[in-house]
C-alpha cells in the first residue's frame, strides 16, 4: 500500500533527533489506545443509534450532529465511533490469526531447511507476489461479502507477511554460535527453536504487527470500499466513504471525509507506534 | 614536554581525545605526551580499550563521532594538525602520512583491480602520467612481494597476507614521512605475520620512514621495532627503547604484562596473570589508573595521578615508583 | 579415551545452477583428509595449525557436531562415528566444548544462571532448586563470584572473560569428561589469557578432564599440553609429546612455525625456514606430500609419495620423507 509507505518515508526522515521515536510511539499509543477506547465504550458515547434514522439526510455537521448526516439521515458521529468496532475487530482478529499461523509455520521452516522450507516458501512466496489488494479481493470475491469473509481474505493475506519475516529472522538467528551451543549441550531441536531461536526472533515482531495492522486497516477499508466487505446497515468506515463518494462533487463533504479522515487516523496510529518500536527496539548504530 | 629539535618527525602535547556518548564521556586518549624521530619505528601497545587505535587515529584526524580531539597538539613538520583545514589534511594523509588498517579486506574496493588502486592513488595526488604511474606501481608491488601477474587481480582473488601487501604498498605509494600500521598483522596466521613483519623491516630500510605500528602483541613489536610505547586506560605508561624495555620494564604494568605471556622460548615458567579488569573510561580510577590492579600500590597512587618522569636517557615512566 | 581412524571429511563445493545443470563433476573441499590420533585419558592434546588446515573441523567432527565422511571415531571403546539422534543426545552429557567467541556462544536473551544451568535440565540430572545451588556451584568454581550476582544477569553485562568463563561452567556443569576447547582465549585480551588458562588446568586437575585444545598460538600450546599434533592443509604432518616436539621438532613446516612465532625478546636472533608460496586449496590438495609445494627441502620423491608416519621415538612421530635431525633443527628454535 503506497500510504504507510510515504508515512514511513516522512517518519524516518524525522527519526534522527534524539527522543523522538519516544514521541512517535507515545503518539502511536494514544492514537491506537483512543480508538480501542472508543470501540469499547461505544454504546456509552454514541449519542445515536448509527443505524436509525436520527434526522434529515445530509445535513451537515452543527452541535446536534457533530459530523453531519448521511444519505439516509443517519447520524455519522454514532456510525464512526460503532465503526470503530469493526474496524477494530476485524483488523485485529485476522492479524493475531495470520500471526499464529505465520510465526510457527515461519520458524518451523527456517529452522528445519532442505526440501521442506523450500516447498513451503515456494507456497508463500507465490502467495506473497501477489499485491495485498489484488488477493484481497479475489478471496472476497469467492467467499462472498460479510464480516467474516472480509476476515479470512485479510487473514489469508497476511499469513505470508509474518512467515517470510520469521523465516528470515530464522534463518540468521540459526546461524549464530549459541544455537550450535545449544545443540552441542544436547537440547532437542524444539527446545532449540523455542528457548533460543525464538526469543531472539521476538523484538523484531511487535514492529510487525503494527505495521501490519496499519496495512490491513487500508485494506479492509479498501475491501468495504468497492463493496465486497462489510454489507449494510452495518456501519463501516470504508462503506460510509463509499457511500459519501457522490456527494462529493455537489461539496457536501461530510459523509465521506469524515470516515476517511478515522482510516487515516488509525492507520497513522499504528505506524507511529511501529515506527517508532522499530527505533527503539533496534537503534540505529550510532556512528560509534 | 620538550621542543621539537630538527630530527622529530611527530610530537604528540598532551593530547585528549573523547567520545560523546549517550552513557557518558569517554576518555580514549586522555593526555598523552609523545615524540619520535625520524626514521623510527615506535610500538604502541595495548589492550583493548587502551586508547591505541583511537591515537593512531587521531593523528590523522580520523577519529569518528562522537569522538572528537578535545585538548592537545599534534605536530608534525612544524605545523599543528589538530588546527588545519579538512583540506590541508586531506593533502597530508596518504601522503606525508599515510595508515594501514587491520582488515584488508575492508579497506580495498572490491571492484577495483589491485593495481589500479596504487595507480590512481599516486595520480590523485600527483601530477604524472599514467603510464609514469603504472611503472611506479608494478615496481611498488614488487618491493611489497606481490609478482607482477598479479597486477590485474581483484582483492578476493588474493590471500589475506598478500592483501594486506597491498595496503602496505598503497600507504608507502607516495614515500610518506609516517605510516601508522593498526594491528597490520592481527588477522593473520604466524606464517604470513613473519613475512608481513620481515618485510616491514626491510622497507624500513629502503624508505627510511617512521612507523607507528599499533598492537597487542608485545611479541611484534620486539621483532619490528626500535621504540615502545604501552599505553594504559587511555594514557602512555610507558615510553622507552626495545632493548631496555624487554631487558627490564619499568612500569607495573609492562612488567606485569610480559609476565603474563607465553614465550615460546622459555620453558614453563608459570605464566603470572593481573588481578582486576581494566577500567572504565568514563569514569576512571582516582589517581593512578592502574593502581586498583597493580602490586606497589601505595596512599598515594590512588589520590594523584603520578607525573612522566624520565627514568633513563629517552626512557620515560608515569609511576610513582620512579618518583623521587 | 578418544581414538579417531583416518578421519575425513570433504565439504562439496558449493555450485550454481548452471554449473549444476551443465557438468555432473563435483569437487570436495578437503578439509580433514585422513587424520589418525589417540587422547589418552586426562591428557591435554593440542591440535596447532594457522586457519584452514582443519583443526576446527576436526573438533566438530569428533564431538559429532558435523557427520565425517568417512573413517572412525571410537569414544571410551565405543564407535560413535555414526551415531545419531537420542543416542547422540545423551552422550553430549559425556562430551562438551567451550567455543572460541565468548561475545556469540551465549544466548543473548537467556540469563547466565539460565544458561549455565540448562544442561542439567536437557539431562534430567537436576531441577528446581536443585538445580539452581549446582549452577552456584558451578558458578563459584570458574570464579564468577558472588554467583546470586551472574546467575541472574545477562550476557551483555559481563565481560568478555566473564562470558568465557560463564561458557566454561556451562560445559562443566553436567560433569563431562572430554571437552574440546577451541580457541578459547584467542578473543580474550592479552593481559587476561593467562588467567583463563590456569583455570582450565585448574579445573582439569579438579574434574579429571581430558581436554582437545585447538589453538593457532604455538607459545600457548606449548604453555598447557601434554601432547600435540601439528596440522596443514588437512592432514597431521607432527605428533609428540610437548617436550618431543618443542625441543625435537622434526617435520619442515613445524620447524616453520616455530622460527615464525614472534618472542618477546628484541635480542633473539635464530635462523629461519622461509615458506614460499601460499598454502594450496584444499579442493585440490598437492600429490604425493601435502607440504611439498612450499617445503625448501622437497626433493623428487616428496612430489609422488605421500609419507607415512615415521617413529622418531615411543611418542614422537613425524610425516615426512626426509625429517630434520636433532642437531640441526636446534638452529631454528
Same mark, same amino acid.
Given at each position: 500500500?503506497?500510504?504507510?509507505?510515504?508515512?514511513?518515508?516522512?517518519?524516518?526522515?524525522?527519526?534522527?533527533?534524539?527522543?523522538?521515536?519516544?514521541?512517535?510511539?507515545?503518539?502511536?499509543?494514544?492514537?491506537?489506545?483512543?480508538?480501542?477506547?472508543?470501540?469499547?465504550?461505544?454504546?456509552?458515547?454514541?449519542?445515536?443509534?448509527?443505524?436509525?434514522?436520527?434526522?434529515?439526510?445530509?445535513?451537515?455537521?452543527?452541535?446536534?450532529?457533530?459530523?453531519?448526516?448521511?444519505?439516509?439521515?443517519?447520524?455519522?458521529?454514532?456510525?464512526?465511533?460503532?465503526?470503530?468496532?469493526?474496524?477494530?475487530?476485524?483488523?485485529?482478529?485476522?492479524?493475531?490469526?495470520?500471526?499464529?499461523?505465520?510465526?510457527?509455520?515461519?520458524?518451523?521452516?527456517?529452522?528445519?531447511?532442505?526440501?521442506?522450507?523450500?516447498?513451503?516458501?515456494?507456497?508463500?512466496?507465490?502467495?506473497?507476489?501477489?499485491?495485498?489488494?489484488?488477493?484481497?479481493?479475489?478471496?472476497?470475491?469467492?467467499?462472498?461479502?460479510?464480516?467474516?469473509?472480509?476476515?479470512?481474505?485479510?487473514?489469508?493475506?497476511?499469513?505470508?507477511?509474518?512467515?517470510?519475516?520469521?523465516?528470515?529472522?530464522?534463518?540468521?538467528?540459526?546461524?549464530?554460535?549459541?544455537?550450535?551451543?545449544?545443540?552441542?549441550?544436547?537440547?532437542?531441536?524444539?527446545?532449540?527453536?523455542?528457548?533460543?531461536?525464538?526469543?531472539?526472533?521476538?523484538?523484531?515482531?511487535?514492529?510487525?504487527?503494527?505495521?501490519?495492522?496499519?496495512?490491513?486497516?487500508?485494506?479492509?477499508?479498501?475491501?468495504?470500499?468497492?463493496?465486497?466487505?462489510?454489507?449494510?446497515?452495518?456501519?463501516?468506515?470504508?462503506?460510509?466513504?463509499?457511500?459519501?463518494?457522490?456527494?462529493?462533487?455537489?461539496?457536501?463533504?461530510?459523509?465521506?471525509?469524515?470516515?476517511?479522515?478515522?482510516?487515516?487516523?488509525?492507520?497513522?496510529?499504528?505506524?507511529?507506534?511501529?515506527?517508532?518500536?522499530?527505533?527503539?527496539?533496534?537503534?540505529?548504530?550510532?556512528?560509534? | 614536554?620538550?621542543?621539537?629539535?630538527?630530527?622529530? #618527525?611527530?610530537?604528540?602535547?598532551?593530547?585528549?581525545?573523547?567520545?560523546?556518548?549517550?552513557?557518558?564521556?569517554?576518555?580514549?586518549?586522555?593526555?598523552?605526551?609523545?615524540?619520535?624521530?625520524?626514521?623510527?619505528?615506535?610500538?604502541?601497545?595495548?589492550?583493548?580499550?587502551?586508547?591505541?587505535?583511537?591515537?593512531?587515529?587521531?593523528?590523522?584526524?580520523?577519529?569518528?563521532?562522537?569522538?572528537?580531539?578535545?585538548?592537545?597538539?599534534?605536530?608534525?613538520?612544524?605545523?599543528? #594538525?589538530?588546527?588545519?583545514?579538512?583540506?590541508?589534511?586531506?593533502?597530508?594523509?596518504?601522503?606525508?602520512?599515510?595508515?594501514?588498517?587491520?582488515?584488508?579486506?575492508?579497506?580495498?574496493?572490491?571492484?577495483?583491480?589491485?593495481?589500479?588502486?596504487?595507480?590512481?592513488?599516486?595520480?590523485?595526488?600527483?601530477?604524472?602520467?599514467?603510464?609514469?604511474?603504472?611503472?611506479?606501481?608494478? #615496481?611498488?608491488?614488487?618491493?611489497?612481494?606481490?609478482?607482477?601477474?598479479? !597486477?590485474?587481480?581483484?582483492?578476493?582473488?588474493?590471500?589475506?597476507?598478500?592483501?594486506? &601487501?597491498?595496503?602496505?604498498?598503497?600507504?608507502?605509494?607516495?614515500?610518506?614521512? #609516517?605510516?601508522?600500521?593498526?594491528?597490520?598483522?592481527?588477522?593473520?596466521?604466524?606464517?604470513?605475520?613473519?613475512?608481513?613483519?620481515?618485510?616491514?623491516?626491510?622497507?624500513?630500510?629502503?624508505?627510511?620512514?617512521?612507523?607507528?605500528?599499533?598492537?597487542?602483541?608485545?611479541?611484534?613489536?620486539?621483532?619490528?621495532?626500535?621504540?615502545?610505547?604501552?599505553?594504559?586506560?587511555?594514557?602512555?605508561?610507558?615510553?622507552?627503547?626495545?632493548?631496555? !624495555?624487554?631487558?627490564?620494564?619499568?612500569?607495573?604494568?609492562?612488567?606485569?604484562?610480559?609476565?603474563?605471556?607465553?614465550?615460546?622460548?622459555?620453558?614453563?615458567?608459570?605464566?603470572?596473570?593481573?588481578?582486576?579488569?581494566?577500567?572504565?573510561?568514563?569514569?576512571?580510577?582516582?589517581?593512578?589508573?592502574?593502581?586498583?590492579?597493580?602490586?606497589?600500590?601505595?596512599?598515594?597512587?590512588?589520590?594523584?595521578?603520578?607525573?612522566?618522569?624520565?627514568?633513563? &636517557?629517552?626512557? !620515560?615512566?608515569?609511576? !610513582?615508583?620512579?618518583? &623521587? | 579415551?578418544?581414538?579417531?581412524?583416518?578421519?575425513?571429511?570433504?565439504?562439496?563445493?558449493?555450485?550454481?545452477?548452471?554449473?549444476?545443470?551443465?557438468?555432473?563433476?563435483?569437487?570436495?573441499?578437503?578439509?580433514?583428509?585422513?587424520?589418525?590420533?589417540?587422547?589418552?585419558?586426562?591428557?591435554?592434546?593440542?591440535?596447532?595449525?594457522?586457519?584452514?588446515?582443519?583443526?576446527?573441523?576436526?573438533?566438530?567432527?569428533?564431538?559429532?557436531?558435523?557427520?565425517?565422511?568417512?573413517?572412525?571415531?571410537?569414544?571410551?571403546?565405543?564407535?560413535?562415528?555414526?551415531?545419531?539422534?537420542?543416542?547422540?543426545?545423551?552422550?553430549?552429557?559425556?562430551?562438551?566444548?567451550?567455543?572460541?567467541?565468548?561475545?556469540?556462544?551465549?544466548?543473548?536473551?537467556?540469563?547466565?544462571?539460565?544458561?549455565?544451568?540448562?544442561?542439567?535440565?536437557?539431562?534430567?540430572?537436576?531441577?528446581?532448586?536443585?538445580?539452581?545451588?549446582?549452577?552456584?556451584?558451578?558458578?563459584?568454581?570458574?570464579?564468577?563470584?558472588?554467583?546470586?550476582?551472574?546467575?541472574?544477569?545477562?550476557?551483555?553485562?559481563?565481560?568478555?572473560?566473564?562470558?568465557?568463563?560463564?561458557?566454561?561452567?556451562?560445559?562443566?556443569?553436567?560433569?563431562?569428561?572430554?571437552?574440546?576447547?577451541?580457541?578459547?582465549?584467542?578473543?580474550?585480551?592479552?593481559?587476561?589469557?593467562?588467567?583463563?588458562?590456569?583455570?582450565?588446568?585448574?579445573?582439569?586437575?579438579?574434574?579429571?578432564?581430558?581436554?582437545?585444545?585447538?589453538?593457532?598460538?604455538?607459545?600457548?600450546?606449548?604453555?598447557?599440553?601434554?601432547?600435540?599434533?601439528?596440522?596443514?592443509?588437512?592432514?597431521?604432518?607432527?605428533?609428540?609429546?610437548?617436550?618431543?616436539?618443542?625441543?625435537?621438532?622434526?617435520?619442515?613446516?613445524?620447524?616453520?612455525?616455530?622460527?615464525?612465532?614472534?618472542?618477546?625478546?628484541?635480542?633473539?636472533?635464530?635462523?629461519?625456514?622461509?615458506?614460499?608460496?601460499?598454502?594450496?586449496?584444499?579442493?585440490?590438495?598437492?600429490?604425493?606430500?601435502?607440504?611439498?609445494?612450499?617445503?625448501?627441502?622437497?626433493?623428487?620423491?616428496?612430489?609422488?609419495?605421500?609419507?607415512?608416519?615415521?617413529?622418531?621415538?615411543?611418542?614422537?612421530?613425524?610425516?615426512?620423507?626426509?625429517?630434520?635431525?636433532?642437531?640441526?633443527?636446534?638452529?631454528?628454535?
Amino acid at each position: 500500500m503506497l500510504f504507510p509507505n510515504i508515512i514511513s518515508f516522512i517518519l524516518r526522515r524525522l527519526k534522527f533527533k534524539k527522543g523522538v521515536k519516544y514521541y512517535f510511539t507515545f503518539a502511536g499509543f494514544i492514537i491506537i489506545a483512543s480508538f480501542i477506547s472508543m470501540a469499547l465504550l461505544a454504546p456509552y458515547i454514541a449519542p445515536y443509534n448509527p443505524i436509525k434514522k436520527a434526522g434529515d439526510p445530509l445535513e451537515s455537521p452543527s452541535f446536534k450532529f457533530p459530523m453531519g448526516t448521511d444519505g439516509l439521515g443517519r447520524d455519522i458521529l454514532s456510525r464512526i465511533i460503532y465503526g470503530t468496532r469493526i474496524v477494530l475487530r476485524v483488523t485485529l482478529i485476522s492479524m493475531v490469526l495470520s500471526f499464529l499461523v505465520g510465526v510457527p509455520i515461519g520458524l518451523l521452516s527456517g529452522y528445519a531447511g532442505g526440501k521442506l522450507d523450500s516447498i513451503i516458501s515456494l507456497f508463500m512466496d507465490s502467495l506473497y507476489a501477489f499485491p495485498g489488494l489484488v488477493l484481497a479481493i479475489a478471496l472476497a470475491v469467492m467467499l462472498g461479502p460479510g464480516e467474516i469473509s472480509m476476515g479470512i481474505s485479510l487473514t489469508v493475506v497476511y499469513i505470508p507477511t509474518y512467515f517470510r519475516m520469521v523465516r528470515g529472522e530464522t534463518l540468521s538467528v540459526k546461524e549464530n554460535l549459541f544455537v550450535e551451543a545449544a545443540k552441542a549441550i544436547g537440547a532437542k531441536d524444539r527446545t532449540v527453536m523455542f528457548k533460543y531461536i525464538f526469543p531472539n526472533i521476538i523484538p523484531s515482531l511487535p514492529i510487525v504487527l503494527s505495521l501490519n495492522a496499519a496495512d490491513a486497516v487500508l485494506t479492509a477499508a479498501a475491501l468495504s470500499f468497492i463493496g465486497l466487505g462489510i454489507t449494510a446497515p452495518t456501519p463501516d468506515w470504508g462503506f460510509d466513504l463509499r457511500m459519501g463518494y457522490p456527494y462529493l462533487t455537489s461539496k457536501i463533504w461530510w459523509p465521506s471525509t469524515f470516515p476517511g479522515l478515522m482510516i487515516v487516523l488509525l492507520t497513522l496510529g499504528f505506524s507511529l507506534f511501529g515506527e517508532g518500536l522499530t527505533e527503539i527496539l533496534n537503534p540505529r548504530l550510532v556512528r560509534k | 614536554m620538550i621542543a621539537m629539535n630538527r630530527n622529530n #618527525l611527530l610530537s604528540l602535547e598532551n593530547l585528549k581525545v573523547y567520545f560523546y556518548t549517550e552513557e557518558g564521556v569517554v576518555k580514549a586518549v586522555d593526555g598523552v605526551n609523545f615524540i619520535m624521530d625520524k626514521g623510527e619505528t615506535v610500538g604502541l601497545v595495548g589492550e583493548s580499550g587502551s586508547g591505541k587505535t583511537t591515537l593512531g587515529l587521531s593523528i590523522l584526524r580520523l577519529v569518528p563521532p562522537p569522538g572528537r580531539i578535545v585538548e592537545g597538539r599534534v605536530l608534525f613538520d612544524g605545523m599543528d #594538525l589538530t588546527r588545519l583545514s579538512e583540506n590541508e589534511m586531506r593533502k597530508i594523509r596518504g601522503r606525508r602520512i599515510s595508515m594501514i588498517f587491520q582488515d584488508p579486506m575492508t579497506s580495498l574496493n572490491p571492484l577495483m583491480k589491485v593495481g589500479d588502486h596504487i595507480v590512481e592513488t599516486i595520480m590523485t595526488h600527483e601530477k604524472i602520467l599514467r603510464e609514469e604511474a603504472i611503472e611506479r606501481a608494478r #615496481l611498488l608491488l614488487e618491493d611489497v612481494g606481490i609478482l607482477p601477474e598479479r !597486477f590485474n587481480d581483484y582483492p578476493h582473488q588474493l590471500s589475506g597476507g598478500m592483501r594486506q &601487501r597491498v595496503m602496505i604498498a598503497l600507504a608507502l605509494a607516495l614515500k610518506p614521512d #609516517l605510516v601508522i600500521a593498526d594491528e597490520p598483522t592481527s588477522a593473520l596466521d604466524v606464517i604470513v605475520q613473519y613475512q608481513i613483519l620481515e618485510l616491514m623491516r626491510k622497507l624500513k630500510q629502503t624508505y627510511n620512514m617512521g612507523l607507528i605500528l599499533i598492537t597487542h602483541d608485545v611479541s611484534v613489536v620486539a621483532e619490528v621495532a626500535d621504540r615502545i610505547a604501552v599505553m594504559y586506560a587511555g594514557q602512555l605508561v610507558e615510553y622507552s627503547d626495545v632493548n631496555s !624495555f624487554f631487558n627490564k620494564p619499568l612500569h607495573p604494568y609492562s612488567e606485569a604484562l610480559l609476565e603474563s605471556i607465553p614465550n615460546i622460548q622459555l620453558s614453563d615458567k608459570k605464566l603470572k596473570y593481573i588481578a582486576g579488569a581494566p577500567p572504565n573510561l568514563i569514569d576512571p580510577p582516582r589517581g593512578c589508573r592502574f593502581h586498583t590492579r597493580c602490586p606497589y600500590a601505595e596512599n598515594r597512587c590512588s589520590e594523584v595521578e603520578p607525573q612522566t618522569v624520565e627514568f633513563e &636517557r629517552r626512557r !620515560f615512566v608515569k609511576c !610513582f615508583k620512579y618518583l &623521587r | 579415551m578418544i581414538q579417531v581412524k583416518d578421519l575425513k571429511k570433504y565439504f562439496p563445493v558449493q555450485r550454481g545452477l548452471l554449473e549444476r545443470v551443465l557438468s555432473r563433476k563435483v569437487d570436495y573441499i578437503k578439509a580433514v583428509d585422513g587424520v589418525s590420533f589417540e587422547i589418552k585419558k586426562k591428557e591435554i592434546f593440542s591440535l596447532v595449525g594457522e586457519s584452514g588446515c582443519g583443526k576446527t573441523t576436526t573438533g566438530r567432527l569428533i564431538l559429532r557436531l558435523i557427520d565425517p565422511t568417512s573413517g572412525t571415531i571410537i569414544f571410551k571403546g565405543r564407535d560413535i562415528t555414526f551415531l545419531r539422534g537420542e543416542e547422540l543426545r545423551r552422550l553430549r552429557k559425556t562430551m562438551q566444548i567451550i567455543f572460541q567467541d565468548p561475545y556469540a556462544s551465549l544466548n543473548p536473551r537467556m540469563k547466565i544462571g539460565d544458561a549455565v544451568g540448562h544442561p542439567l535440565e536437557i539431562h534430567g540430572i537436576a531441577e528446581g532448586q536443585e538445580k539452581k545451588r549446582i549452577v552456584f556451584e558451578t558458578l563459584k568454581k570458574v570464579g564468577l563470584e558472588p554467583p546470586e550476582k551472574f546467575y541472574n544477569a545477562y550476557p551483555h553485562e559481563l565481560s568478555g572473560g566473564q562470558r568465557q568463563r560463564a561458557a566454561i561452567a556451562r560445559a562443566i556443569i553436567v560433569n563431562p569428561e572430554f571437552i574440546v576447547a577451541d580457541e578459547p582465549i584467542s578473543m580474550i585480551d592479552v593481559s587476561l589469557r593467562s588467567k583463563l588458562l590456569e583455570l582450565m588446568k585448574q579445573l582439569q586437575e579438579e574434574l579429571e578432564l581430558t581436554y582437545l585444545f585447538i589453538t593457532h598460538d604455538l607459545a600457548v600450546s606449548k604453555y598447557i599440553s601434554d601432547k600435540v599434533a601439528i596440522m596443514y592443509l588437512g592432514g597431521i604432518v607432527e605428533l609428540g609429546s610437548k617436550k618431543e616436539i618443542f625441543s625435537n621438532p622434526s617435520h619442515p613446516y613445524t620447524i616453520a612455525l616455530l622460527s615464525a612465532v614472534p618472542v618477546p625478546d628484541p635480542s633473539v636472533k635464530r635462523k629461519r625456514i622461509d615458506l614460499k608460496g601460499e598454502v594450496p586449496s584444499p579442493i585440490n590438495p598437492p600429490s604425493g606430500c601435502r607440504f611439498h609445494t612450499r617445503c625448501p627441502f622437497k626433493e623428487k620423491m616428496c612430489e609422488i609419495e605421500k609419507p607415512y608416519f615415521i617413529k622418531i621415538s615411543e611418542d614422537h612421530f613425524v610425516a615426512c620423507h626426509k625429517p630434520f635431525s636433532l642437531n640441526i633443527n636446534q638452529h631454528y628454535i
